[in-house]
């Protein structure tokens, strides 16, 4: 449960090594979250985030989980809340793809839609499914910007990010008054190791930054949070624009 401060006690982190889920992981430790599952495929990475999460006080443990193999989610995820309950999961996997390559390789698109929403679905609805039995909890959803409106420069990644997106909306909505509390995060270009060597967007923010808005978001109960906040009125003006002008925008 959360303490007498609304802080997470325990949190599981679906993408055990991404930059936004240990970023995320710190601040919550540092506000007294003492429990951390880190979810992901076994590696030294894995193993070497855990490490640091318990230098930083927190119990740690890692449990495998690979978000292409939705035939796993339910025994994979589900062994971790028989340990006991759970307050907080981000759900922080998935991977940009190469649009040029993944446009002439079929098979390539499909991984990047099959990881960043069939898995995102899997795992979604099986953690969702045990903080209802539980009775409380937050799942939180990293989306991004991109599935706002579809770019040519990554309109698969983008796509998938739509689809994820609004799976998380409507999860929220189904689980309304059920005590589990579904929060979307946008953000926008994250400057980390997944987006080393790309040319930096306008508003770029960086894993720290996402990981304070969320922690924020949850202290305020929000159901939607744009990194950075400009974002929110920057992609409701670029909704409407008509489509032969968004073609030719530098974005």
């Known amino acids: 449960m959360k303490d007498a401060f609304g802080a997470p006690q325990s949190l599981l982190v679906l993408g055990g090594t991404s930059a936004i889920g240990l970023a995320t992981a710190r601040r919550l430790i540092a506000r007294r979250t003492r429990t951390v599952w880190l979810a992901g495929r076994p590696s030294p990475a894995l193993e070497s985030a855990a490490a640091e999460l318990r230098e930083l006080g927190a119990y740690v443990r890692t449990v495998a989980f690979d978000a292409l193999d939705s035939e796993s989610h339910e025994t994979a995820l589900g062994k971790i809340f028989t340990e006991g309950d759970i307050d907080m999961v981000l759900l922080a996997f998935g991977i940009l793809g190469d649009q040029g390559r993944d446009e002439e390789e079929p098979l390539s698109a499909v991984r990047v839609a099959q990881t960043n929403y069939t898995g995102a679905v899997s795992a979604g609805l099986v953690c969702a499914g ?45 689980l309304h008054g059920t005590g589990v509390h579904v929060m979307v995060v946008r953000p926008g270009f994250v400057r980390s190791k997944m987006t080393a060597g790309m040319p930096e967007a306008p508003l770029a923010t960086t894993p720290d930054a996402v990981a304070e808005a969320i922690v924020t978001g949850l202290r305020r109960h929000s159901e939607t949070v744009w990194v950075p906040g400009a974002l929110r009125v920057v992609m409701s003006a670029l909704r409407h624009v008509p489509r032969p002008l968004f073609r030719r925008l530098p974005v």
């Open 130 to 174: 045990a903080l209802q039995a539980q009775g409380h909890g937050s799942l939180v959803v990293l989306s991004s910007v991109a599935g706002e409106r579809a770019r040519r420069a990554n309109f698969i990644y983008g796509s998938s990010k739509a689809g994820l997106d609004a799976f998380a909306q409507g999860l929220g909505d189904a």
